[in-house]
């Protein structure tokens, strides 16, 4: 039967769909930077969206395990959590094998086997394993521990929150190194069942030198540029600790970096050089610290301030006067609590009425910790808003004052997100005017959008092609955080 023509001919209809916006950054995302030999130098950072998580990977006694406690026992619950590796000691060559399935994972895959045997290299020399019987083995951890007592100069486990096997060099350092694992010469070959060779096992990482804080912290920013706040858990010199924090604040790509002070020097008003100190002197508005004696205590901090949704309706929030699940609040005298004010060093400390909270909730150099987190997000927001309209048009924004209207839409959309929120609030602008804004105006949006007409662009930014300059004088809503009550009393 004949088709007849194609409707198409007088009617075509085509489909186009628009680009996939890019998304805004989660400000909420921290990463704690630890030393346990788990996650390998080549893989460097691994998420996390629950304890259940972490603890497939950690013990219980690792400083990650605890810190991530820490950070999920927020109420409400952060939805993610990265943890690094520092190689804060010289490394191990490691393997990781292919990931089992289920069926590989039954245990009748391995208990038939009675005379297993592969061959492997490591640190340039090739082990002959063989003779492993499994027959007697209950779970896949016993047969790791089989393969591990057969094999010299190396170490074999079973990653079960990963559902692989990992062979890691005895050594350390750049000569540590482990081959992909081949068929032996006599016996049953398991190299493929273990998933060790070639194709199917990732890839294989060379152990490194022991590395500075800040080489670990640009490995971070390579890997992955989804991490915001970044909490050192291992305690270190002031000058090691520093070196990384100056590295963080001079990072294009806004972060921020923390750990925990558990000296008791910090306490002492007459010291200058301690951690708190140092960074204080250094005006690091990018680094925040907390002193406790409980390990790990910034890792409770910031897992306060990753609930914040911007997206939300009066979601902002200050970090004084919060609490810290898990970690033990300080007694302190005053004068030990106005020294670690002084120093903008944030502390959980017992009140007299039977509370305790987070106070002041600062960076290191005295500016509110709500507040640089909720500039950052406010500035992606921008940025990605404004990106999102150049990228998604179907044409383009033209060099005219409509297409100038456009961008400050825009611009203004966003700093209205940031109302809704509670980030920004009307006020009198105290700073200097520009546009129609004058020093001592209302602000009745708590925001202004200026940018001046296009008919006064330069020729060259004309033909550069870049749009006129867009000026926002935005007004934080602040926070309050001491209250001033006077009675008078007539008898």
């Given amino acids: 039967m004949a088709q007849g023509l194609a409707v198409s001919d007088v009617v075509n209809v085509t489909v186009t769909l628009s680009p996939t916006a890019a998304p805004t950054r989660n400000f909420g995302a921290g990463m704690l930077i630890g030393s346990t030999d788990v996650i390998d130098v080549n893989e460097r950072i691994r ?7 972490v603890g497939g990977d950690f013990g219980t006694t690792d400083p990650e395990f605890i810190a991530a406690t820490r950070h999920f026992s927020q109420s409400p619950t952060p939805a993610i959590l990265y943890i690094g590796r520092w190689a804060q000691t010289a490394s ?38 063989s003779g492993l019987n499994f027959s007697t083995a209950l779970n896949l951890p016993g047969v790791a521990a089989i393969i591990d007592a057969g094999l010299t100069g190396g170490s074999v486990t079973w990653d079960a929150n990963s559902g692989r096997f990992v062979v890691k ?15 032996p010469v006599s016996g049953t070959d398991i190299s493929t069942q273990l998933k060790l060779t070639t194709g199917l096992a990732g890839t294989s990482v060379p152990g490194i030198a022991a590395e ?14 989804d991490w915001y706040a970044a909490e050192v ?12 924090a100056l590295y963080i604040e001079a990072l294009g790509k806004k972060r921020i970096i923390g750990t925990t002070i558990n000296s008791t020097t910090v306490l002492d008003n007459t010291l200058t050089t301690d951690l708190a100190s140092v960074c204080k002197a250094a005006n690091l508005k990018r680094t925040f610290l907390q002193y406790s004696a409980s390990s790990y205590a910034i890792a409770s901090f910031f897992g306060r301030a990753a609930t914040v949704d911007f997206t939300g309706s009066k979601t ?12 033990a609040a ?57 990106w999102n309209l150049l990228y998604t048009s179907k044409t383009k924004i033209p060099q005219t004052n409509a297409g100038m209207s456009l961008i400050a839409t825009k611009i203004e959309n966003c700093l209205q997100q940031g109302v809704v929120n509670g980030l920004i609030a009307p006020g009198v602008w105290n700073a200097d005017g520009f546009g129609a804004l004058e020093n001592g105006d209302y602000l009745e949006t708590g925001y202004y959008v200026y940018h001046a007409d296009i008919s006064t662009q330069s ?20 926070a309050v955080h001491f209250v001033l009550t006077l009675i008078w009393v007539n008898r």
């Fill in 233 to 244: 858990l291992p305690t270190v010199s002031n000058d090691v600790f520093l070196a990384a």
């Fill in 47 to 53: 998420s996390y969206s629950s304890m259940t998580d």
């Fill in 169 to 183: 060099s005895d050594t350390t350092g750049t000569t540590s190194t482990v081959g992909y694992a081949v068929a």
């Fill in 330 to 386: 300080e007694t302190l005298t005053e004068t030990q609590a106005a020294t670690l004010k002084s120093k903008n060093c944030n502390v959980f400390v017992n009140y007299d009425n039977s509370t305790a909270i987070i106070q002041e909730g600062v960076m290191s150099n005295g500016y509110f910790f709500d507040e640089v987190q909720g500039l950052d997000w406010l500035e992606n927001f921008i940025q990605t808003e404004v």
């Fill in 316 to 327: 902002t929030l200050t970090m004084k006067f919060k609490t810290e699940p898990g970690v």
């Fill in 212 to 225: 500075s804080l800040v080489a670990a912290c640009q490995a971070f920013v390579d890997k992955s540029g």
């Fill in 459 to 478: 020729q060259a930014d004309r033909e550069a092609r870049k749009s006129v300059t867009f000026q926002v004088a935005v007004k934080l809503a602040g």
């Fill in 92 to 129: 191990h060559g490691t393997l990781r094998g292919g990931v089992l399935n289920a069926t590989e994972q039954l245990m009748s895959a391995w208990t038939s086997v009675t005379a297993g045997a592969f061959r492997i290299d490591i640190d340039g020399s090739t082990k002959s394993v």
